[in-house]
């Protein structure tokens, strides 16, 4: 059963950071690419940064490059969410979410497993 859990969210202030971490279990995991997504209250779901295992390719959106990494962990079946210079539009809930890897690393491709989410809230 594949399963993700995400820690690390909490209530920061503009300017912090937070490193938001997601557990894997279930698959094998240098065959599939993680993603972390993001949604805001009356906002749709948007992908942050997505990292392909076996390489560590990754995938940036615009809103984000430059304030937060994505990194994995093989031996512990762990990706991590680095999220530096913070800011109140970055409120959201956070999700990982897993998919079989594919010949390119994207945040655009859908996911078919995806954890419970953790919410970030970043005060002004």
């Known amino acids: 059963e594949v399963q993700l859990v995400e820690s690390g969210g909490g209530l920061v202030q503009a300017g912090g950071s937070l490193r938001l971490s997601c557990a894997a279990s279930g698959f094998t995991f240098d065959d599939y690419s993680i993603g972390w997504f993001r949604q805001a209250p009356g906002k749709e779901r948007e992908g942050v940064l997505c990292?392909?295992?076996?390489?560590?390719?990754?995938y940036y959106t615009d809103s984000v490059k430059g304030r937060f990494t994505i990194s994995s962990d093989n031996a512990k079946n762990t990706v991590y969410l680095q999220m530096n210079s913070l800011r109140p539009e970055d409120t959201a809930v956070y999700y990982c979410?897993?998919?079989?890897?594919?010949?390119?690393?994207?945040?655009?491709?859908?996911?078919?497993?995806w954890g419970q989410g953790t919410q970030v809230t970043v005060s002004s």
């Open positions: 990292i392909r295992n076996s390489d560590s390719s990754t």
């Open positions: 979410a897993t998919r079989r890897s594919a010949y390119y690393i994207s945040c655009e491709y859908e996911y078919d497993y």
